[in-house]
């Protein structure tokens, strides 16, 4: 389903002929310890972010996929609603429609939540750029891996931003 969904809109782009898209990847890489009644160890995580998006008169919306790899797994995907400047500033508020996060024997499942990027991004050219961010998550989990309980995990994590604009 995140696969159609993120074809879906790189094929809506195109419809929008006037106006600016965006592809974009982000990147994060951490090492950190844990500890909590359901968590606890230390972990080496990686985290990308895909995004495609396209201007609607002053705002841009878009779509956003999710992954993290190394010790932690998991994904979310949804929609994006942003603002950029000329200047490269830009901000973007995400709705996860669905997130899954796996921690050593530990799954969370059946997640959903709110995202928040704020940064900016240099144009390297005609078409390409690169840029920083910071990328606050919060996202709460419906199911633990087989029991129904509510988890929140809540993060803030600065980004590498590459892309290009067509």
């Known amino acids: 389903m995140k696969h159609l969904f993120m074809l879906g809109l790189l094929f809506a782009a195109p419809q929008f ?6 592809f974009g990847l982000s990147l ?5 310890k844990s500890d909590g009644d359901n968590i606890s160890g230390e972990s080496k995580d990686s985290f990308y972010d895909l995004k495609i998006n396209t201007d609607i008169g002053p705002v ?3 779509g956003i996929y999710g992954t993290r790899a190394d010790d932690n797994t998991g994904s979310e995907y949804g929609v994006t609603l ?12 995400h709705y996860f429609l669905a997130a899954e996060y796996k ?4 799954e969370f499942k059946k997640g959903s939540g709110l995202g928040v ?20 998550r919060t996202i709460t ?13 809540t993060s803030l994590k ?6 290009f604009m067509f």
């Open 17 to 22: 002929a006037a106006a600016e898209s965006q």
């Open 141 to 153: 989990y419906k199911e633990f891996n087989t029991a129904t309980a509510e988890n929140k995990i």
């Open 82 to 93: 942003g603002v950029r400047s000329k200047s490269g500033f830009f901000g973007e508020l």
């Open 103 to 106: 921690s050593s024997s530990n």
């Open 117 to 136: 990027d704020l940064g900016y991004n240099a144009m390297l050219g005609s078409s390409f750029y690169m840029g920083f961010q910071f990328a606050y």
């Open 60 to 62: 841009y919306v878009g």
């Open 28 to 32: 994060y890489k951490t090492e950190s």
């Open 158 to 163: 600065p980004m590498i931003n590459l892309g």
